[in-house]
Every structure is written in structure tokens, then in C-alpha cells.
């Protein structure tokens, strides 16, 4: 599977990550097929992708998106509850909770149902994919995307591939985080850590802040200002951790 070959993306879970991974991808242009456990949640995930926050309808008032695009978004999404619905796509992303069990009972119950080729992708933000893709036969297939949140404004997006993910699968996904206006990284799987690059490096920086808030030698405001001034960091690492600004997971 090329990037040029996918067209039809399933999103396994409509939550917080799968709702933003799909509305991005709906924008660019593929067709996205949400899958969730319940036509109320599927309902939510509609909802909030086009009136939320962060949704097509804000992005247009903002003049971030146009009419057109926002119409075409509309059109290229659909919402099932039927894990069947999924079995033609081209890129499967799975966003369910971070739980090790849970992840792998959803990717083993994919690999027997979706086509032979289709790529698997997990949006775990820290699970080793050396401990998911056990979970699957087709483990040249299966790789780590890690976005970050919301899906739709964060550029970034970790590709983490394990030994044996092939390299057509990471070139594969690198097109399609172009094609969305991502930037991709590579970073390999390193089983015993939890976490890639990103929410590594910030929550060491986290842990030193707290660290030096303990020690009482600089109060929480100026531990704030010190990295916001001193390094044009947009907002300081306690100001960012006590949910300030949310969506780092
Ligand atoms: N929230 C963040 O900032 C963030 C950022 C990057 C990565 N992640 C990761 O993304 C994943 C999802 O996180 P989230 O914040 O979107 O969680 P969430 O709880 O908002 O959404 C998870 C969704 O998965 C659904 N679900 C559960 N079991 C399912 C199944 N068998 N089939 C289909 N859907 C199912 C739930 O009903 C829910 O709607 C996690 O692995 C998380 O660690 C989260």
C-alpha cells in the first residue's frame, strides 16, 4: 500500500483523538469511516466535529476553512457501529482508551476482518508497538501514529515503527500526514519506555519544574515566566500541566 493507494480510512473510536484524526482527515480529502460502540456516542462525535471547539463550522467563522471544504468534510465522513462497515478500508486508526488489553482485543478482532494489506496505525501515546502488534499476523503493517491533541490544529504526528514494520508502511503514513498538512516524525519502538519524543522530552521538563517549585527557590508564576521568556516556550511547563492548556496525553 502506497500513499497514493488510500483513500478510505477507518477510525476506530470517535472520541477526543478519533473525532480530530477523522475531521483532519475528512478535510484532506479522504473518506472516513468513525466507528464507535454507540449511535449516542457517534452522535457526540458528529456534533463535535462540526460544532465544536475545534470544528468545521468555528473553522469556517475563523476563515480557516471554507464552505465548500467544509461541505466536501461533511460528505467524506460516516459513522457506523459495525466493525464490518470496516472491512474494505485502506488505513485502519485505532483511538480507543489507553489500555494495553483492550487494544489488543480490538486489533486482533481488525486483522481477521480487514483486507489483507490495509494498514493498521495505533494512536497509543505510549504503548511499546512491539507489545501491540502481537496482537495481529500482519505486523509489517502495523506501526504507531501518534497524534497530538486537537488532532485538527497540532502539526505533529510521531510515526513509531517497530522492527518489523515495513518501510513502505512509514513511507506510507509520511504521505498521508503531508497530505493532511502534518509534519511527521520517525521514532523507533522502544519497549520498556512509555512514550515516544514529544511527551517524553515535555515531561522530563514537567518533573524538573515541579522539582524546582519543591525546592522552594522559584515561585510557580516565575517557573512559568522563566521558560515562556527565557525559551519562547507559549506557555510555561506548570502553567501547561495543571490543565492551563490541556491536550498533552
Ligand atoms: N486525548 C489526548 O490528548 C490524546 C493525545 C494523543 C493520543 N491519545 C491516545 O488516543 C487514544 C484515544 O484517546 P481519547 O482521548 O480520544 O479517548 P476518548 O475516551 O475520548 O475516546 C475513546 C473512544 O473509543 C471508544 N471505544 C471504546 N471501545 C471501543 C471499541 N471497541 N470500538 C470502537 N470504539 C471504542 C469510546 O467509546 C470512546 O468514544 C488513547 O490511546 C490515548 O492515549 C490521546
Excluded at 58 to 78: C, F, H, P, Y
Excluded at 199 to 208: F, K, L, S, T, W
Aim: charged share 25%.
Amino acid at each position: 500500500m502506497k500513499a497514493e493507494d488510500v483513500k478510505t480510512i477507518g477510525m476506530m473510536g470517535g472520541g477526543v483523538m478519533g473525532g480530530g484524526i477523522g475531521q483532519t482527515l475528512a478535510l484532506a480529502g479522504y473518506k472516513v469511516i468513525i466507528r464507535d460502540l454507540t449511535d449516542e456516542l457517534l452522535e457526540k462525535t458528529r456534533s463535535s466535529i462540526v460544532d465544536g471547539r475545534f470544528g468545521l463550522k468555528g473553522g469556517v467563522e475563523r476563515g480557516k476553512v471554507t464552505q465548500e471544504q467544509m461541505d466536501a468534510a461533511v460528505a467524506n465522513l460516516s459513522y457506523t457501529t459495525k466493525m464490518v462497515n470496516l472491512r474494505d478500508v485502506d488505513l485502519l486508526i485505532e483511538a480507543v482508551p489507553e489500555n494495553l488489553e483492550l487494544k489488543r482485543t480490538v486489533w486482533a478482532e481488525l486483522d481477521s476482518l480487514v483486507k489483507p494489506g490495509a494498514i493498521f496505525a495505533t494512536n497509543t501515546s505510549g504503548f511499546a508497538i512491539g507489545e501491540l502488534n502481537k496482537a495481529v499476523a500482519r505486523k509489517d503493517l502495523f506501526l504507531g501514529m501518534h497524534w497530538f491533541s486537537p488532532a485538527n490544529i497540532m502539526r505533529l504526528v510521531e510515526l513509531i515503527h517497530a522492527p518489523e514494520t515495513s518501510e513502505d508502511a512509514v513511507k506510507a503514513l509520511e504521505g498521508v500526514c503531508e497530505k493532511a498538512g502534518k509534519v511527521s516524525v520517525r521514532v523507533k519502538d522502544a519497549p520498556g519506555e512509555y512514550g515516544f519524543i514529544a511527551n517524553r522530552i515535555y515531561y522530563a521538563a514537567v518533573a524538573e519544574a515541579r522539582k524546582v517549585l519543591e525546592q522552594g527557590i522559584a515561585t510557580e508564576d516565575d517557573i512559568n515566566k522563566a521558560m515562556v521568556y527565557g525559551f519562547n516556550w507559549p506557555v510555561g511547563p506548570l502553567a501547561m500541566a495543571s490543565g492551563a492548556r490541556r491536550g498533552f496525553a
